[in-house]
Nanobody, 125 residues
């Protein structure tokens, strides 16, 4: 069983930065591909960023490319999402997800096996 716990969300002004963390349980974290997703009120959950098990490959939604950076530290069983130049439209509940049995991430939320409870990010204008 994999447990994921996010932290780092909060209230920030437009143009500001936040760094989200997702701590994972389990001794095989380095074999999980990981993803960050977000869901705003009244909207479907959407892909934000993904990272391969080694960290060597990453992908971003067009809406965050150039502003957000996903990374991971397999020694700490943690994946991060550095968010810069935040906009009000980035306001959402951000969740991390683990994809087991494969080294590659996916943009589809249905491809992930385990989810965290999420951390709220609110960007004021």
């Amino acid at each position: 069983q994999v447990q994921l716990v996010e932290s780092g969300g909060g209230l920030v002004q437009a143009g500001g930065s936040l760094r989200l963390s997702c701590a994972a349980s389990g001794r095989t974290f380095s074999s999980y591909a990981m993803g960050w997703f977000r869901q705003a009120p009244g909207k479907e959950r959407e892909f934000v960023a993904g990272i391969s098990w080694s960290g060597g490959n990453t992908d971003y939604a067009d809406s965050v490319k150039g502003r957000f950076t996903i990374s991971r530290d397999n020694n700490k069983n943690t994946v991060y999402l550095q968010m810069n130049s935040l906009k009000p439209e980035d306001t959402a509940l951000y969740s991390c997800a683990a994809r087991l049995g494969t080294s590659t991430y996916s943009r589809s939320r249905y491809a992930y096996d385990h989810w965290g409870q999420g951390t709220q990010v609110t960007v004021s204008s």
